[in-house]
């Protein structure tokens, strides 16, 4: 694997920035390095086709909109500073390396194929078109995902509106916030910038809804409570962190008025595959009459499958993300310790599939599509 070096430390909260950027003047490629968050905020330069390899399989960089940006310069740092015939033989192999990363996002194979298009067309410097496709696809992900914010904010005002009204005609106090519950990380971290779930999140508080977000620890990896608690830290956001298995409890004594979560692929049929436990997260919601809404964009939907607990492929990862564990002990150095006794078998599944029926919406860019065929094929359709 890469290495790959840090430019960039610093203790306590940072200032908002992109996830990944191209530094023009100095022609490098920066990343935040997720791992070392939420106790360090570091940002690391990617060098080589290597540390884009490495960075993605190591979750260095996650979430299936961000993997595919970092793959697509991933393709540029292969080929920069090569002669255009040696360019032009390495990157089917380039691309197959990348590829191979994370299989169950689609954005990774969607953003490669975007790139190789691009390739494709160039007669000129390749490295020069693959760095282009890559800067197109990064400004693309960040409107993407502020539209898609937008579509979702609205949803949410009418879910507030709606509970005020109730309560003034049960001639209650008017509420205090309105409660999402989110699971794993589906905000910046997640894409170029202001995520999915979250960017709904944020745009809702920028029209000034009192808000209160739930958020699942996810185990194994944690991202709930090491991302999306750092987050919506330092947005401003009130929050609450709760084990994975307290969704269900929250969600009975009316205490969730919505969930919205991201989606790493979703099929042509509307069925919805993320960070596992959200399937579980969906028949809460469902049994207790609570929305459950998936905020992605529309790179995330894979109009080739239908039946996604069939045809996607989920991700297994090593036993030792749910055997171990690391943070920050009471001296403030970060350590990794076991849970399990030595020896224990582990099955560590990284994604689950949530069936169509379950879902009450898709919030993308183009506006909340529901999640059935019918509508997926006309987006399908719209998009040619």
Known sequence: MGSIEGVDQ????????LTIRYDAAADRVLIVDQTRLP??????????????CYAISAMQVRGAPLIGVTAAFGVYLSLRGKEDITARNIV???????????????????ALTEVEASLARCDGDLAAAALDAALEL??????ACALLGEHGAQRLQEFWEAKCERAAQEGLPKPERLNILTHCNAGSLATVDWGTALAVIYKAQAR???????????????????LTCWELGQRGVAH????????????QHGHVDCCVVGSDRTTLRGDVCNKIGTYLKALAAADNGIPFYVALPVSSID??????????PIEEREPEEVSHISGLDDQGAIRRVQLAPTGTLVSNYGFDVTPARLVSGL??????????ETALTKLRDSLV
């Open 10 to 17: 610093a203790n306590g909260p940072a200032p908002h920035t």
């Open 39 to 52: 106790h360090d905020y570091v940002e690391v330069e990617l060098k080589t086709l290597a540390d884009a």
């Open 92 to 110: 089917s192999q380039t691309v197959e390396a990348l590829a191979a990363t994370r299989p169950t996002a689609i954005n990774l194979r969607w």
């Open 138 to 143: 990064h400004a693309q992900d960040i409107g």
């Open 208 to 226: 000034g809804i009192p808000l209160h977000v739930w958020v699942d620890e996810t185990r194994p990896r944690n991202q709930g409570a090491s």
């Open 240 to 251: 609450t962190l709760i084990v994975d298995n307290a969704g269900g409890h929250l969600m």
């Open 303 to 312: 109009f080739s499958l239908r039946d996604g607990l069939v045809e996607i």
């Open 363 to 372: 919030i993308t860019e183009r506006g909340i599509i529901a999640a059935n």
